[in-house]
């Protein structure tokens, strides 16, 4: 369940302009307004995200267009496999993590049974990048 401190951060943070926050992304940049509510939000966002979900955020966004379970799934086990070959294996089931990401605004569900990547969840992969203490292995290449 989310956080209602995350949430209220989120909203908070969003500056009244949480509709073009939450906007689907693609493959461009975060918009102004989800940078500025990444900055006030990262935090406490980072603490609810693994670096598998975050996995997740990677795969949807460099698709940059709505992509089904199982298309993400493919993509980000492998993604995990390649950067932790030790690691835990990447579950079966992706879609309680694409759920969990929709539910922090990261990510939206498209077209029933699709998902893809909002301007928020844009910036919070933009901010992980510089994150070396949680996220390093999430951009091996």
Avoid: W
């Amino acid at each position: 369940m989310l956080d209602p401190a995350i949430a209220a951060a989120i909203v908070s943070a969003s500056g009244g302009i949480l509709e073009k926050v939450l906007e689907l992304s693609g493959r461009s940049e975060p918009n102004t307004q989800a940078k500025k509510a990444i900055a006030k939000t990262y935090e406490k966002l980072a603490q609810e995200v693994t670096t598998n979900s975050l996995r997740v955020l990677i795969v949807l966004r460099q698709a940059g267009s709505n992509q089904a379970p199982n298309q993400v799934l493919g993509v980000a086990r492998t993604m995990a496999k390649r950067q932790e070959p030790d690691g835990e294996a990447f579950e079966g089931d992706i879609r309680y993590r694409l759920k969990f990401l929709c539910l922090l605004g990261l990510v939206q569900p498209v077209g029933g049974s699709e998902y893809a990547i909002t301007h928020f969840g844009t910036a919070f992969v933009s901010r992980a990048r510089d994150d070396n203490a949680r996220y390093s292995k999430a951009f091996v290449a």
